[in-house]
């Protein structure tokens, strides 16, 4: 099956730059999506159509693509950025649809 | 506003059979896919596959094809998830989402606040 992967955790320093990568052999050809979960939450949409922002979702939060990565970039990373980030994709197939494997950012 | 509004937690013995609810409101509940995601306790996001009210067509990813079923009834606007026979595994958190635009399959941009099923003997 289909996987997406990510690195499991990640730390920033508050004001600083982080870059959350997900790697999967459709991305050339399907769009990567990313949302955030705070504890206890539903996720939250902060990139779509590997570069969009929603509305509401704050400048800092960026998306890109090269090749088969996919990347978040969160600039001047705050405390309240401190979540589980996962990434989103299809298979080439149009389904299933895929999570990867989440990237729990601290940030210190 | 868009809601997706989920039934409350759930706590069930092994080999029990369950179904869970998603009531949409706030938009044409028919025009609109709804998807199921599993997250295990401390683990990831698990996309387990959609349905779509209006003619009940359905996608199951291979890893929940056949434990589970989604359906749906348009006349009161709620999508269902159900299991004939209960395992520990199950344990989960259970999100229905939606996504953003009417016939299209993804990303999920409305979520439902989640439902606890709890499998233990």
């Known amino acids: 099956s289909y996987e997406l992967t990510q690195p499991p955790s990640m730390s920033v320093s508050p004001g600083q730059t982080t870059r959350i990568t997900c790697s999967g052999d459709?991305?050339?050809?399907?769009?990567a999506f990313w949302y955030q979960q705070k504890s206890g939450q539903a996720p939250v949409l902060v990139i779509y159509?590997?570069?969009k922002r929603p509305s509401g979702i704050p400048e800092r939060f960026s998306g890109s693509t090269s090749g088969t990565m996919a990347t978040l970039t969160i600039s001047g990373a705050r405390v309240e950025d401190e979540a589980d980030y996962y990434c989103y994709s299809q298979d080439t197939s149009g389904n299933p649809w895929v999570f990867g494997g989440g990237t729990k950012l601290t940030v210190l | 506003e868009v809601q997706l509004v989920q039934s409350g937690a759930e706590v069930k013995k092994p080999g029990q059979s369950l179904r869970i609810s998603c009531k949409g409101f706030g938009y044409t509940f028919t025009n609109y896919w709804i998807g199921w995601v599993r997250q295990m306790p401390g683990k990831g996001l698990e996309w387990m596959g959609i349905i779509y009210p209006g003619d009940s067509d359905t996608a199951y990813s291979p890893s929940f094809q056949g434990q589970v079923t989604f359906s749906a009834d348009k006349s009161i606007n709620t999508a269902y998830l159900q299991w004939s026979s209960l395992k520990a595994s199950d344990t989960a958190i259970y999100y229905c989402a939606r996504p953003p635009s009417p016939g299209v399959h993804g990303p999920f941009d409305s979520w439902g606040q989640g439902t606890l099923v709890t499998v233990s003997s």
């Open positions: 459709t991305l050339p050809k399907k769009y």
């Open positions: 159509d590997d570069n």
